[in-house]
């Protein structure tokens, strides 16, 4: 009954909207020259997304490669590659994906930083893996399953690859790295993260950054915030703050102040973020990159998000940030003019830090304005094992 009743209101409102319409009396579209503009428009999304993956994948394996002697008992091996195939996408992609990327169904190379052992070897994206240690791989999982296997037994890898219907071996070795893997989250805000065991580094970041090195500038304080072990430190400040004040607090009132914990939690947070910053400068500095920009970096981030200006407890973006950042410059480059080795100066050098020290270093003194405020990085036991697991440098 009600439809009934609305009919002769919808033909008005119809009639209405009509007359509203453009009357300008349009060029025909040609609908192939429509399905060709919007395969235009899917390859650059799918070329833009992968220069993204690819800048991330490739500045973290340079950061994580040139500073693994400074990751302690956090090393692992890896070789860098990552295979696709086109099954990981969905049906109404794989032709855009085939013909862009050259992904085929069976295990492509799609991941191959430029100084990875397989790029060294003369391995290139598209490749078509065949054998891996003499053994014929089918899918992507059994290709990453053989070079794992051949990493734990710490061989050289034979690989058989397709390419242009030619055959092509290569040998390859795993290398050390730092085993703090960098992976990419899809979260749009500017930030990047450090969990005490992995980095993490936001979409909306890798849209903000303008080149290599301020990547390389974020993902070396990140890797600094593990190394450092800063994650590890807050939840323990954050813990004797919930037994020192919070219990007993508890105990004698029944009411939870909640206030230990996150005083705790707050301890030397601006301490750990300046020794980010200078430790942080030092795994940039190393690994190529050009640490200048990294100031200017921070300032831009702090006008994209003006509340990261007075938010002590995270990035402080603080005048004495800026200037302390010029320092940590100007001491590595004073560094590399006297030939010294690119190490940052430790309160309590963990013991594998130490041994590594050369004479040079062993004379210099920890610049008093740029020791961190928090507490001494933690000590390790020596380096770790060889892990032989295979690192997961960057995940879609
Ligand atoms: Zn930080």
């Keep these: 009954m009600t439809v009934r009743l609305?009919?002769?209101?919808c033909a008005l409102l119809v009639l209405l909207l009509c007359s509203c319409a453009p009357q300008a009396n349009l060029p025909h579209l040609d609908m192939d020259s429509v399905g060709a503009e919007a395969k235009f428009q899917q390859t650059l999304v799918l070329r833009d997304s992968v220069d993204k993956l690819d800048r991330l994948n490739r500045v973290g394996w340079d950061i994580r490669s040139r500073n693994a002697e400074l990751c302690g008992e956090r090393v692992v091996h890896g070789v860098g590659l990552r295979?696709?195939?086109?099954?990981?996408?969905?049906k109404e992609q794989r032709e855009?994906?085939?013909?862009?990327?050259?992904?085929?169904?069976?295990?492509?190379?799609?991941?191959?930083p430029p100084g990875s052992p397989g790029a060294l070897a003369g391995m290139r994206r598209g490749d078509i893996?065949?054998?891996?240690s003499n053994v014929q791989v089918a899918n992507k999982k059994e290709a990453h399953a053989a070079i794992d296997a051949a990493i734990e037994k710490g061989e050289e890898i034979p690989i058989v690859v397709e390419r242009g219907g030619e055959r092509l071996t290569f040998v390859i070795k795993a290398v050390p790295l730092c085993g703090y893997p960098v992976l990419l989250n899809k979260d749009p805000v500017v930030n990047a993260y450090a969990d005490g065991d992995r980095i993490?580094?936001?979409?909306?970041?890798?849209?903000?950054?303008?080149?290599d090195d301020e990547l390389a500038g974020v993902i070396g304080h990140e890797l600094a915030h593990n190394t450092q072990k800063h994650v590890r430190d807050k939840v323990t400040n954050a813990t004797l703050g919930r037994l020192l004040v919070d219990l007993p607090v508890i105990v004698l009132t029944g009411v939870d102040p909640n206030v230990g914990w996150q005083i705790g939690r707050s301890l030397y947070s601006q301490g750990y973020e300046f020794e980010a910053d200078y430790v942080g400068q030092y795994y940039t500095a190393r690994a190529g990159y050009d640490i200048r920009i990294v100031p200017n970096l921070w300032r831009r981030m702090a006008l994209d998000d003006p509340k990261g200006i007075t938010l002590g407890t995270?990035?402080?973006?603080?005048s004495e940030r800026f200037v302390a950042l010029d320092a940590a410059a100007a001491e590595i480059e004073n560094k590399r003019k006297n030939g010294l080795a690119l190490k940052p100066e430790i309160k309590s050098s963990p013991s594998w830090l130490a041994k590594k020290d050369d004479k040079k270093d062993e004379k210099k003194e920890a610049p008093k304005d740029l020791a961190p405020n928090g507490p001494s990085s933690a000590p390790a036991s020596g380096p770790a094992p060889f892990s032989g697991r295979i690192s997961a440098d960057v995940e879609e």
């Design 200 to 211: 993490f580094v936001n979409l909306g970041l890798l849209k903000f950054i303008q080149s």
């Design 83 to 90: 295979f696709l195939e086109l099954d990981d996408y969905k």
């Design 6 to 9: 609305c009919q002769p209101f």
């Design 96 to 112: 855009l994906v085939q013909e862009v990327l050259g992904v085929s169904w069976r295990p492509t190379v799609f991941q191959i």
């Design 129 to 132: 893996v065949l054998l891996v």
């Design 314 to 318: 995270t990035h402080p973006c603080t």
